[in-house]
């Protein structure tokens, strides 16, 4: 079955450390996309990503990175930089068509 | 700007009706969307309608489009407690990549 896969489900980070979540997608989506969820503040964009090699910064693209170079591929390094970086996060991914996203099932990430 | 506002909780009793609200403000939207998410789990894209419709029916599910007040529902027919999640209005504006998400209302479904 077709889908999309985030790893690990829960993480945690020291302080001062990078971490990398894992977005991978057998749709043959051409578009992916992490978002971050805040109880109460619904979700905002990071980054998105519309073709391989190629991404662009979201709302709050401040202290996370990205890359695209397979299109199954789109893992999100949340670093040092982000100075509240616990949160939940979902990576999603999309055709170039009307028929919304498609989301992983998320990952968790606390600071300790 | 791009705001999507819902009441952040609805509490019913299993067998009534839902009817989750959503308002937007940009009156350029072309499709709005309803997802679904339980609890730690990712967003589940329930329905969607264009916006040169007023409604929307898919079996349990209805969606109301009022585009002159920018105001968007979701009734949810004979609630039953596996519809307890929260729900997750959406708006696109431009491109497939321009989705704004709004803040979610949670759904606590009474026994």
């Known amino acids: 079955d077709g889908g999309i896969t985030q790893s690990p489900k829960y993480l945690f980070r020291k302080e001062g450390q990078n971490v990398t979540l894992s977005c991978e997608q057998n749709?043959?989506?051409?578009?992916m996309y992490w978002y971050r969820q805040d109880p109460g503040q619904g979700l905002r964009l990071i980054y998105y990503?519309?073709?391989?090699?190629?991404?662009q910064k979201g709302d709050i693209a401040e202290g996370y990175s990205v890359s695209r170079e397979k299109k199954e591929s789109f893992p999100l390094t949340v670093t040092s930089a982000q100075k509240n970086p616990t949160a939940f996060y979902l990576c999603a991914s999309s055709p170039q068509s009307d028929y919304g996203y498609t989301f992983g099932s998320g990952t968790r990430l606390t600071v300790v | 700007g791009e705001d999507v506002e819902q009441s952040l909780f609805l509490s019913v009793r299993e067998g009534d009706s839902s009817v989750i609200n959503c308002t937007y403000t940009?009156?350029?939207?072309?499709?709005l969307y309803w997802y679904k998410q339980e609890p730690g789990a990712g967003l589940q894209l329930l329905t969607y309608i264009f916006s040169n419709m007023d409604m929307k029916q898919d079996q349990r599910l209805t969606v109301l489009l009022n585009k002159k007040d920018k105001h968007l529902s979701l009734r949810i027919a004979d609630t039953q407690t596996g519809d307890s999640a929260i729900y997750f209005c959406a708006e696109r504006v431009g491109g497939y990549q321009k989705v704004t998400f709004g803040t979610g209302t949670k759904l606590q479904v009474i026994p």
């Open positions: 749709l043959n989506h051409d578009a």
């Open positions: 990503s519309q073709i391989v090699n190629d991404f």
């Open positions: 940009d009156s350029s939207s072309t499709y």
